[in-house]
């Protein structure tokens, strides 16, 4: 697997645990030594593993967590650093998203995530694998 | 200066870029050979940096470049890339960003750059120079 289907594999199991609010699933996925950032749709950054983890645990047990399916997404990597831009599919209409990676002890997690929204719709635009400088 | 520091001072010369409306100065943030994309708020990804620069270009010459200013930076950095998070005053409202950047020729550069609606503001919150795992 290259590290860009390693990075898009990483973002898809990132839409995986949201979609089935798998809390636990979620909590793996974020960075535990990295310092880490989050910023919701209309929200300011939360800093922070514990906060950030938090939120997330606010969105996926909640009544109104959102049915959401990620879309064209594509990948861009820098070595030990990388990140997924894609839309979010959410109930007929779209956000735009970026998530960053980093590795951590060999496995790609995620540092930040901001999502917010968008004008655009995915239409024909292909999925790609994304450009590497490596 | 710190690493930390050196990140927040290109973020700090993207912003000024932005507001001086100053077309080079933006070209040569950006990188040059690494891959790019931007998303301007309520836009999808703009991939590549030649329809990033274009973009920027458009913007900044455009009758209604924003006065624009970067509030309450963080920095969150991870050897040869980091980020940072913050505000964007435009008008007396705020935007939220993220600003991307790795290391090209020893210089950070930026590789990505969302901004999107808070309903947050700055408030209160001090500036920080951020978290590092190095």
Redesign the interface.
């Known amino acids: 697997m290259s590290e860009s289907d390693a990075i898009l594999f990483a973002n898809e199991m990132f839409y995986r645990a949201f979609a089935d609010r798998d809390v636990p699933a979620m909590e793996s996925l974020w960075a535990s030594?990295?310092?880490v950032?989050c910023?919701h749709?209309?929200?300011?950054?939360i800093?922070g593993r514990e906060d950030v983890i938090e939120s997330w645990r606010a969105i996926l047990v909640g009544a109104s967590a959102p049915d959401i399916a990620c879309i064209a997404p594509?990948a861009?990597y820098?070595?030990?650093?990388g990140?997924v831009?894609c839309?979010e599919g959410v109930g007929g209409s779209y956000l735009?998203a970026?998530n960053?990676f980093?590795k951590e002890e060999g496995r790609w997690k995620m540092?930040?995530h901001?999502a917010?929204?968008?004008?655009?719709e995915p239409g024909d635009m292909p999925p790609e694998s994304?450009?590497?400088?490596n």
Do not use: L
């Not at 749709?41 to 950054?45: D, F, I, K």
């Not at 994304?130 to 400088?133: A, D, L, N, T, V």
């Open positions: 030594s990295a310092p950032c910023i749709p209309g929200w300011e950054g800093h594509r861009y820098y070595g030990e650093a990140y831009v839309f735009i970026t960053y980093v540092v930040h901001q917010g929204p968008t004008r655009f994304g450009r590497s400088i």
